[in-house]
Nanobody, 121 residues
Framework: VQLQASGGGLVQAGGSLRLSCASS????????MGWFRQAPAKERELVAA????????YYRVSVKGRFTISRDNAEKTVTLQMNSLKPDDTAVYYC???????????????WGQGTQVTVSS
């Protein structure tokens, strides 16, 4: 299984970016998915998660109201719409897949390659 993230880039504070993650797995619709980020010298943190059916979401407090996670199981994609971006959002963003039946939002054990998001002030 491959998770291919795209959509990162350089944006000014207040701007928007849309990250997408495409999965090559045939059973994509059975996994909770998430977006993580890691800034320099910081630990990787969960930004947002969505359950397998797409009807349950989680957001860390600092992005709530600005970021939206969604998924399309038919297309095997998960998307993170990021609005009102701040310099503190600068990080490498990774999409990830949780183990089946590992609770909510899940125990994530598989990450794709990251995509850089840089927000200038």
């Amino acid at each position: 299984v491959q998770l291919q993230a795209s959509g990162g880039g350089l944006v000014q504070a207040g701007g928007s970016l849309r990250l997408s993650c495409a999965s090559s797995g045939r059973t994509f619709g059975t996994y909770n998915m998430g977006w993580f980020r890691q800034a320099p010298a910081k630990e990787r943190e969960l930004v947002a998660a969505i359950n397998w059916g797409g009807d349950l979401t989680y957001y860390r407090v600092s992005v709530k109201g600005r970021f939206t996670i969604s998924r399309d199981n038919a297309e095997k994609t998960v998307t993170l719409q990021m609005n009102s971006l701040k310099p503190d959002d600068t990080a490498v963003y990774y999409c990830a897949r949780a183990k089946i039946n590992s609770g909510w939002p899940g125990d994530f054990d598989y990450w794709g390659q990251g995509t850089q998001v840089t927000v200038s002030s």
